[in-house]
């Protein structure tokens, strides 16, 4: 959406620059992920995370081909709803996958690994926008063509298509398949996925007795996923994923990321939809990072170090804004859509914008990638998919609210609202510092002994984990697990 908003195509076509009706356009999508996230996880406990993932792809190409084809707001909305409603299940699906499948030791890098693709996809996509900006005279022209925003709108279509394609490649959850008592799939795939297709090797069997043994545990319980969802020891680690995405928006950076060309033109620095689009590289570039090291450097520091360097530069930002800039004249009409301008400060509209791509930086390399491994590994299998989808649910929720008020925000308060994300990341680091414990090298099974053990947030957790324990008494002999009699022998792979 960022990068049709300076273009004259949309403004005249559509009649919006800026306010509550463009707020209204903005926040469509997340008010649709919103409703998928919370469906999310009735699809995928049913049908498995597969159908559930390639189920978004359809939901997302339907509503690529309404926006693109939208000859009003009425249409637009509409489509941005029905892509929102495959972004919620994606979202929330997506992670849960990653971490079901994943080994323990690389678990954050993979799941970390779909932030990086948002960023690839947000930076490619904004391209093409700038790109398409260019259609019949550029952007300035006032007879622009509504090609500007229907080529990048429609080409949306193919990255939905290679993934519900590319899903089919892919295996089913082991842990999904152990909860459906599909025990001799389950052992194939966590084969496949951690044993070299051997049934038999050391890691499979420890993987799969200790899946076997959290399953009979919570099926000894013999309550409702919902009611287990309740229980307070569950129901504190679900007001901590909530909480996590809620700060992931509070903290302003999607905020950014859909207005940073009103930022941009408000600093008065060169081109908006150019100068934009550096923020957009280093999303991609300091993503990158946080990938190959979060299994090194944990959960817990990344949150903590991001909320504080978020809040230094907006603080920072705000103040010059503040000091330095005034209410916008109105001489300009390319101006329209912003309410406070640095006019005569070079020195401060540059300040204010390496402030911006700081913030973005931060983020990218610390809460990005952790706001959304956090969440997908704290929970026990049963209430796994419901309580991520409350989780995936709330950062919506404040995505929406926030894409719709932001713009009426910036007009009433204008550079203060710099202050009030500053102050959540203030709030966030307090949170984060007393109730998030260090997950990093855990199984998903341990978990409960992470959260349960009665230990503070900020005290160390031991470190080892029981998996690699059972591991070697398996290799030692001191333990037998044999797998399911349906996986024989003779299925090994080659």
């Known amino acids: 959406m960022s990068g049709v908003l ?92 990653q971490a079901e499948i994943a080994p323990k030791e690389i678990r954050g890098r993979v799941v970390a690994l779909q932030q990086f693709a948002i960023t690839w996809g947000i930076l490619i996509q904004y391209f093409i926008q700038y790109g398409a900006s260019f259609v019949d005279g550029g952007p300035s022209n006032p007879r622009q063509g509504t090609a500007a925003f229907r080529i990048p709108w429609g080409l949306q279509i193919i ?13 089913l959850s082991p842990r999904w398949l152990a909860a459906q008592d599909r025990w001799e799939e389950s052992i194939r795939v966590l084969a496949d996925l951690h044993g070299g297709g051997d049934i038999y090797h050391s890691k499979v069997l420890a993987q799969y007795q200790e899946i076997e043994e959290a399953l009979s545990f919570e099926r000894e319980v013999a309550a409702s996923a919902f009611k287990t969802l309740t229980e307070p020891r569950i129901f504190r680690r679900v007001i901590l994923g909530m909480s996590i995405q809620m700060w992931s928006q509070l903290c302003g950076m999607n905020v950014m990321m859909y207005y940073i060309v009103y930022i941009m033109q408000g600093a008065g620095i060169g081109n908006p ?24 450097w944990g959960r817990r520091p990344l949150l903590l170090v991001g909320t504080f360097g978020m809040m230094a530069f907006l603080f920072i930002s705000g103040a010059l804004q503040g000091a330095y800039g005034r209410p916008n004249p109105g001489t300009d009409h390319q101006l329209d859509a912003i309410s406070w301008v640095l006019p005569g400060h070079p020195a401060v509209s540059k300040a204010v914008v390496a402030c911006s791509y700081l913030t973005v930086s931060i983020f990218a390399i610390t809460w990005g990638p952790t706001s959304w491994t956090y969440p997908s590994e704290i929970f026990p299998s049963k209430v796994r998919a419901k309580a991520v989808s409350l989780a995936t649910a709330s950062n919506w929720a404040f ?96």
């Open 159 to 171: 990255p939905a298509a290679i993934l519900f394609f590319g899903m089919f490649f892919l295996p």
């Open 273 to 296: 939809l150019l100068t934009a689009s550096i923020q957009y590289v280093l999303n991609v570039i300091l993503t990158f990072p946080a990938v190959l090291f979060i299994d090194k």
């Open 6 to 97: 300076g273009t004259q195509a949309y403004v005249n076509y559509f009649g919006v620059n800026g306010g509550i009706r463009q707020g209204g356009i903005t926040s469509a999508m997340p008010g649709g992920s919103l409703l998928g996230a919370l469906i999310s996880s009735f699809i995928a406990d049913r049908f498995s995370r597969k159908t559930a993932i390639q189920t978004a792809a359809v939901i997302w190409i339907i509503g690529s081909i309404l926006q693109a084809s939208s000859n009003g707001i009425s249409l637009l909305v509409a489509g941005r709803v029905v892509a929102g409603l495959s972004v919620g299940i994606a979202s929330t699906i997506v992670p849960i996958y």
């Open 399 to 494: 995505n929406f609210a926030l894409a719709f008020a932001v713009p009426p925000l910036i007009w009433a308060i204008k550079w203060k609202i710099y202050m009030i994300f500053a102050a959540f990341n203030a709030l966030a680091f307090i949170h984060m510092f007393l109730a998030a414990p260090e997950t990093m090298g855990k199984t998903l099974e341990e978990m409960d002994e992470v959260f349960d053990s009665g230990r503070p947030a900020w005290r160390s957790v031991p470190k080892g984990s029981r998996l690699d324990d059972l591991q070697k008494d398996i290799e030692d002999g001191n333990v037998k697990v044999r797998p399911p009699a349906g996986a024989t022998v003779d299925e090994r792979k080659p």
